[in-house]
């Protein structure tokens, strides 16, 4: 069984270099995306909308039962452009169910296997725009929030190698 990481997003851009990366390493890897890659990619794909909570759990929980998971990049990221005043609480819910709560629920889900293993690394991909920016009250704030989360995880897990 191949180490294998999971990326969050990988059918384009940074989450597809990074992808590209770890395979030419040797890591097998899992895309977890909402959209299929286009062209050839070394990544098995697995379809899953981030902002449905239940599926990320069963299937991230799926790989991690499946694979040897050594590694997990929350990269896929949602941001609407809004000043505070067009905000909506629909869109700032959407955003944090997508930035910050799949990454917790995708953390959540490799954990035993990491813990059990003594090694795992779990990366999250943030945005500059946390340190702030105009019209991206519910981006950088959930970016913020997942920040934070990454130096809260690193205290926790740091005693299990992760």
């Given at each position: 069984?191949?180490?294998?990481?999971?990326?969050?997003g990988?059918?384009s851009?940074?989450?597809r270099?990074?992808a590209?990366?770890?395979?030419?390493?040797?890591?097998?890897v899992?895309?977890?995306?909402?959209?299929?890659?286009t062209?050839t990619?070394?990544a098995?794909?697995a379809?899953?909308d981030?902002?449905d909570?239940?599926?990320?759990?069963?299937?991230?929980?799926?790989?991690?039962?499946d694979?040897?998971?050594?590694?997990?990049?929350?990269?896929?990221?949602?941001?609407?452009?809004?000043?505070?005043e067009?905000?909506s609480?629909?869109?700032?819910?959407?955003?944090?169910?997508?930035n910050?709560?799949?990454?917790?629920?995708?953390?959540?889900?490799v954990l035993?296997?990491?813990k059990?293993?003594?090694?795992?690394?779990i990366i999250?991909?943030?945005s500059?725009a946390?340190?702030g920016?105009?019209?991206?009250?519910?981006?950088a704030?959930?970016?913020?929030?997942?920040m934070?989360?990454?130096?809260v995880w690193?205290?926790?897990?740091?005693?299990?190698?992760?």
């Open positions: 069984m191949a180490n294998t990481f999971i990326i969050t990988a059918s851009g940074i989450g270099a990074t590209a990366r770890l395979s030419d390493e040797g890591y097998a899992v895309n977890l995306d909402k959209n299929a890659p062209g990619t070394s098995t794909f379809e899953v981030l902002s909570l239940d599926s990320v759990r069963e299937i991230v929980g799926n790989v991690a039962a694979n040897a998971v050594v590694g997990l990049v929350n990269n896929a990221g949602y941001g609407q452009m809004a000043s505070l067009e905000t609480p629909e869109l700032m819910e959407l955003t944090w169910r997508i910050v709560l799949a990454p917790a629920m995708c953390a959540q889900a035993p296997s990491m059990s293993n003594g090694f795992g690394r999250n991909i943030i500059r946390a340190l920016r105009e019209l991206r009250t519910g981006y704030g959930s970016k913020g929030n997942l934070t989360m990454t130096r690193a205290l926790e897990l740091a005693q299990h190698g992760i």
